[in-house]
């Protein structure tokens, strides 16, 4: 059974900076892409960024370019989403997600992805 856990998150003030991680077991006999989704309080989950098996290629959301970076190591057991320069708009739980595919097609919407972690809380104060 694949199973993700993120952590990192926090309460930080505008304009600060946090490193969320996600870390997969039970890894699947396949290669996959991984993605970052966001919720906050009253909305759907949106999507933030997602990466290839490989960390070659990336794809942001329009809200996060230039902010937010993914990456993920070598072994394609980790995934990471370094945050910088966040709003208060950017609060929200923050999910990782494995791809159901291995490149950055079709990687937008919650229904593209398989395994869900539990989520962390990421808090900008104003």
């Known amino acids: 059974q694949v199973h993700l856990e993120e952590s990192g998150g926090g309460l930080v003030q505008a304009g600060g900076s946090l490193r969320l991680s996600c870390v997969l077991s039970?890894?699947?006999?396949?290669?996959?892409?991984m993605g970052w989704f966001r919720q906050a309080p009253g909305k759907e989950r949106e999507f933030v960024a997602a990466i290839t098996w490989t960390g070659a290629n990336t794809y942001y959301s329009d809200s996060v370019r230039g902010r937010f970076s993914i990456s993920r190591d070598n072994t394609g057991n980790a995934v990471y989403l370094q945050m910088n320069s966040l709003k208060p708009e950017d609060t929200a739980v923050y999910y990782c997600?494995?791809?159901?595919?291995?490149?950055?097609?079709?990687?937008?919407?919650?229904?593209?992805?398989?395994?869900w972690g539990q989520g962390t809380q990421v808090t900008v104060s104003s």
């Open positions: 997600a494995k791809a159901l595919g291995t490149t950055l097609v079709g990687v937008t919407t919650p229904r593209d992805y398989d395994y």
């Open positions: 039970g890894r699947p006999y396949s290669r996959y892409a």
